[in-house]
């Protein structure tokens, strides 16, 4: 089974609205990241919440992590057609070698 | 400027043809890693590759092989590809996790249906 689980599975917003996406993992970490992917292009990293830390903002982007309920939120505010796409968490797995993404969440924003 | 490349960018092939798709990176990160995207499925691990020479097996390494004969290639090798490896291939790379971020740098794909 994954390490990471994204909820929802789609999310179809309008414009200016913000976007709650979560992700749940299993294991404990090092790191959780979250990345974007445009339709069949490759993925691009957003932002990084290392294992002590409880939130961090970059732009309209705010991550949560709570390690106690293995869950971490991306938020974006304000939203726009152009961050219409898939995210993906992801989770550097501690004693592991790799980053464990989940199956994503389809983001739609309409304008 | 730091990339992730990867060719081809779309291929069509037939069962049991041997095929290589090239990954290269102009970053200096150590850690290398191949993936492969299904619907439904997300990102699977395929083979990852710690520093020349070493490369250790992912998720679903069947059917696949790599090399790390240099820092900045890892190419991904099918000897005999069969249907069931139609899909989207991403190569990443990043520096290994010691106090340094490890965010992954991916490259644009590679489209591969095997016929």
Known sequence: SQQGEEDPQALSIQEGENATMNCSYKTSINNLQWYRQNSGRGLVHLILIRSNEREKHSGRLRVTLDTSKKSSSLLITASRAADTASYFCATDVEYGNKLVFGAGTILRVKS | ?115
């Open chain 2, 1 to 115: 400027e730091a990339q992730v490349t990867q060719n081809p960018r779309y291929l069509i092939t037939v069962t049991g043809k041997k095929l290589t798709v090239t990954c290269s990176q102009n970053m200096n990160h150590e850690y290398m890693s191949w993936y492969r995207q299904d619907p439904g499925l997300g990102l699977r691990q395929i083979y990852y590759s710690m520093n020349v020479e070493v490369t250790d097996k992912g998720d679903v390494p069947e059917g696949y092989k790599v090399s790390r004969k240099e820092k900045r290639n890892f190419p991904l090798i099918l000897e005999s590809p069969s249907p069931n490896q139609t899909s989207l291939y991403f190569c990443a790379s990043s520096f290994i996790w010691e106090g340094l971020d490890n965010e992954q740098f991916f490259g644009p794909g590679t489209r591969l249906t095997v016929l």
